[in-house]
């Protein structure tokens, strides 16, 4: 299939809303572009409107709103069974009554896919995931990850262009589901399927994938690719819900040069990146990251403003140490320092100087 | 294996090399084991002896608290089965009730075309006699009706005029000497001399019990010498049997009373046998004079004919065919009710079909079976939509359903029932709605009661619910995700449904289909009321045989053959759709 779309969209929504009971929108104001072979991952709280999406382009909620566009066709009135997308789900929804090789086959013989050809596609979608010795099996003879595996497999096997994944790795242990998260971006890249993959957890988003919409109140706060995510991010939400984040209220006391001066409600002076903010008066929220944060004050620029602190809490956590900070009347103000070669450790009651470069700390909404 | 360690040698303080020996020694011995090479405790008792003591501890108290329940079962549900069963095949009346007839007629050859010999009629009387005393005879005769028609009057009939043939014996006796009529004279030449035959006296008692089915025991305050016993064999039988009676039903002294009729009989039969007269010359016993004047005396006895006298009273005595039928079910076990249960009969040369008119069995069964089908067939077609839609639905809205699924079970069975009645009879709603509608004429109102059709829309209505819930229950746990799983793989609406929904919900169909074919196979009420005489059950002919003929053991073996082909029916659904598939929940 060739992009039809003209912006080489592969996957479109267009002003898309949902509304379940008419009264309230799950899903309020949609767009979202793909292009073809991009793995993003829809990340969210639960409740934030990321599975509505999903099953609404996996055929299974119709939009009230909007247009949904697959390929530069517009899919709102295709039924699912049409739609050719492969679906994993957070249950894997493997057929019990069925061996696992009848499950793979499912997809091939209701497209009335001869018996040999299925049969060497079956073979092939199995020894893909690494399970070639298990088609004979049922669903419930196997372990959580080789059910994963398998339910893999069966999105698959029919070749589809876009994969939809639920959660599919919400059910597993820790160890088994950073192997999959691997394997699952390793597959979706070698055979170049595009892919949106639904998760509440962010470690999951941040690895895996190209781009990542972070979803709240049935908006997309922010696409972007995870790193950007990461350091860059637009709003409070986006701030706080990806990774740890330390606040500080406050009040922006200045503008120049790209660098706003913050009052912190304290009474203290910082510098920040102006972010969404853009009034002097108005109130903002400065995030830093725990591990930007900077106990030794030469390292910092001359004219930086640094803030006093007290330490309340020293973690020793092996590779780094955590120590929680009271600052600007903050108690969980976190720092992480690395456990290099003479890195200090702080003990609860010392009075520190710490700052940060005005660039790793952002001002944003205060909402 | 670690847990045995401490048997192992052991030192206090730290371990040195030595030590590690010791425990890498003692890790190949730890698992101990005797001679035969057992794994043994530390003490050296078996391991298994010795789990088993701990387990038992365990199974008693466990058995401690189901035991009420389990006695509770035992003597409500398994006891009445098994009763059940061994009165389909148990057939001891015959013999309690005739036991020297029957005894006799063994070596009676049916096919000689010959009525049975003088010596069979001859034990008939006496048998028959103290069971018209016991008034035992007529059980007797309804349970031969059964088998053979007429048998019941002649029993009754015959049971009243066995005096007249002991009273043929009885007045000679009294008229050649007024002593025959003391009961103490009787009682003093009974009793004679020296050893006792105690014997004797047993074996009345027996008889008597199992005559009335009781249990007496006890003295009866006489018993016969053993040389009276010899010399007057039958009278002696006779004499011992009334007296068994007269204390344990009459409560009278013996030596009070006069004998019954069948005692002289037996008298007029012991002087006639050849040798008699000789035997009782010599007899020197008490009141051996009365016995050697009546010896003397026996042309005033007439010619003992017990044939001729039986034949007097009914000339049904006569036939053949009747004592046959005596014949083949004089043993204790009959397989003659699960021969008429499946429409034959035993003949002296095996079995045969029934007369044509008398086949209702075969049939009955056939339209049992037929109809259960019918009726679980019909409710797993309502049934699974509506177990569908209660499934599918948002909890509130199922909870209410549910109630109106459940409402039949909170109305009587006799109102459903009753109201099917008003439902389909020919002036009933329905016919008048369709009269109303024209589709029917007035003349030719549909017949819908009384029938088949009746039977299987009353019962379809009746049973639905126990479709509904098994269904229920299994589609309940059918995740929704598995038909959007297969309609994402490219499956229409009814592929998903059939190859994905419909397979995971058959356990619930068969469990439905199990409680409802084994509910119909035995009901009752619905059958009694709305099936009329074309769509009554084999449950029905049952309940007949149980309240109105009394012919509990046809009743019996009719149950036991419906109990066994519903246990074929669940067996052969183990094997073919496995009962580990069914689910109730």
């Not at chain 2, 036939?319 to 039928?325: A, L």
Request: proline share 5%; hydrophobic share 45%; net charge negative.
């Amino acid at each position: 299939m060739a992009d039809a779309s003209a912006n080489g969209a592969f996957v479109e929504f267009e002003r898309v809303q949902k509304s379940y009971d008419g009264e309230t929108l799950v899903v309020k104001d949609l767009n979202l572009s793909m292009p073809k072979g991009e793995f993003l991952t829809m990340l969210g709280p639960s409740g934030s409107g990321k599975t509505t999406c999903l099953m609404m382009l996996a055929g299974f909620e119709t939009a009230t709103h909007g247009d949904i566009r697959l390929d530069g066709t517009s899919i709102n009135n295709i039924p699912p069974h049409k739609r050719g997308i492969g679906m994993v789900f957070q249950n894997y929804a493997l057929f019990p009554h069925m061996t696992i090789a009848e499950n793979l086959a499912f997809p091939l013989e209701v497209r009335k896919i001869g018996k040999a050809k299925r049969e060497e596609k079956v073979k092939r979608a199995l020894d893909m995931v690494e399970m070639g010795d298990f088609g004979g099996r049922r669903p419930a003879q196997l372990s959580g990850g080789q059910q994963q595996r398998v339910a893999l497999a069966r999105a698959l096997v029919f070749e589809p262009e876009l994969v939809l994944m639920d959660e599919p790795l919400g059910a597993l242990d820790k160890q088994l589901r950073e192997k999959m998260q691997f394997e699952i971006t390793d597959l979706a890249h070698r055979l170049g399927i595009t892919t949106v993959y639904v998760t509440h957890d962010q470690t999951e988003a941040l690895t895996m994938s190209d781009r990542v919409a972070v979803f709240d109140d049935g908006r997309i706060q922010q696409l972007a690719p995870p790193d950007q995510l990461y350091e860059e991010p637009e709003n409070s939400f986006v701030a706080q819900f990806i990774g740890e984040n330390n606040t500080l209220e406050g009040t922006i006391k200045e503008i120049k040069g790209g660098l706003a001066l913050v009052q912190l409600d304290d009474g203290g002076l910082i510098d920040c990146k102006p972010i969404n903010v853009s009034e002097i008066g108005q109130r903002t929220r400065v995030s830093i990251r725990p591990e930007r944060v900077e106990f030794n004050p030469a390292r910092l620029s001359d004219d930086a403003h640094t803030l006093k602190a007290e330490v309340l809490e020293f973690i020793y956590m092996g590779d780094i140490f955590r120590t929680r900070l009271r600052v600007a009347g903050n108690n969980d103000f976190i720092v992480k320092t690395r456990n290099a070669p003479g890195q200090v450790r702080l003990k609860p009651g010392e009075q520190v100087e710490i700052g940060w470069l005005p660039e790793d700390c952002r001002a944003l909404d205060a909402a | 294996m670690s847990d045995l360690k401490s048997t192992g040698p052991q030192t206090m303080d730290a371990p040195t090399p030595e030590d590690a020996l010791h425990e890498a020694k003692a890790l190949n011995a730890e698992d101990h084991r005797d001679a035969s090479g057992r794994l043994v405790t530390a003490d050296g008792r078996s391991l298994k002896s010795s789990l088993n003591r701990a387990l038992r501890l365990q199974k008693a108290r466990a058995m401690m608290l189901i035991a009420p329940l389990l006695i509770f079962v035992l003597v409500t549900f398994i006891a009445p089965i098994a009763s059940m069963l061994f009165r389909s095949v148990e057939n001891e009346i015959v013999a309690n009730t005739l036991p020297l007839t029957t005894d006799r007629l063994e070596s009676w050859d049916a096919t000689q075309g010959e009525l049975p010999p003088e010596a069979v009629f001859q034990d008939l009387f006496f048998d028959l006699f103290l069971a018209a005393e016991a008034k035992e005879h007529t059980k007797l005769g309804t349970r031969l009706n059964y088998e053979s028609t007429g048998v019941s009057s002649l029993f009754r009939q015959s049971g009243r005029r066995l005096d007249d043939i002991g009273e043929a014996y009885q007045d000679p006796l009294e008229d050649l000497n007024e002593a025959w009529k003391e009961g103490a004279v009787w009682f003093e030449l009974m009793s004679g001399q020296g050893q006792t035959s105690d014997g004797v006296v047993t074996n009345q008692i027996d008889r008597f019990n199992k005559l009335t089915s009781s249990n007496l025991r006890g003295d009866i305050g006489f018993a016969p010498s053993e040389e009276i016993a010899a010399l007057l064999p039958k009278t002696t039988r006779a004499y011992t049997a009334w007296a068994v009676f007269t204390v344990f039903e009459d409560e009278d002294v013996v030596a009070a009373e006069d004998p019954w009729e069948a005692v002289y009989a037996a008298l007029a039969l012991d002087l006639q046998s050849p040798g008699a007269a000789d035997r009782i010359a010599a007899y020197d016993g008490p009141q051996a004079e009365l016995l050697q004047e009546a010896a003397a005396n026996l042309e005033i006895l007439p010619e003992a004919d017990f044939t001729a006298a039986f034949l007097d009273i009914d000339e049904d005595w006569g036939d053949i065919n009747r004592w046959e039928t005596f014949q083949v079910y004089s043993p204790k076990y009959t397989d003659g009710y699960f021969l008429n249960s499946v429409d034959l009969q035993k003949t002296p040369d095996g079995f045969e079909a029934r007369p044509e008119n008398e086949r209702i069995y075969i049939t009955l069964f056939q339209r049992t079976i037929f109809m259960s089908l019918v009726i679980t067939g019909s409710c797993i077609l309502l049934g699974y939509p509506v177990a569908w839609i209660l499934a599918n639905l948002p909890t509130r809205t199922a909870n209410l359903l549910m109630i109106l699924v459940l409402l039949p079970f909170w109305t009587s069975l006799l109102v459903r029932t009753s109201a099917w009645k008003v439902m389909l009879q020919q002036q009933g709603v329905i016919n008048d709605v369709l009269v109303w509608l024209g589709l029917v004429g007035d003349g030719s109102r549909l017949v819908m009661i009384n029938n088949q059709f009746g039977t299987i829309v009353a019962m379809t209505h009746i049973l639905l619910p126990f479709m509904i819930l098994p269904m229920y229950s299994v589609m309940q746990t059918i995740q929704p995700s598995y038909l959007r799983a297969a309609k994402s793989l490219g499956a229409t609406n009814w592929t998903a449904f059939w190859r994905v929904y419909f397979p995971q919900s058959v356990p619930g169909i068969g469990a439905g289909s199990i409680l409802v074919f084994i509910l119909s196979i035995g009901y009752y009420i619905t059958p009694e009321i709305v099936g009329g005489t074309k769509g009554v059950f084999i449950s029905n002919r049952i309940a007949y045989h149980i309240s109105s003929s009394l012919n509990w053991g046809l009743a019996a073996a009719l149950g036991t053959i419906l109990f066994v082909v519903v246990l074929v029916l669940y067996w052969a659904y183990d094997k073919i759709v496995g009962i580990d598939n069914v689910k109730l929940g």
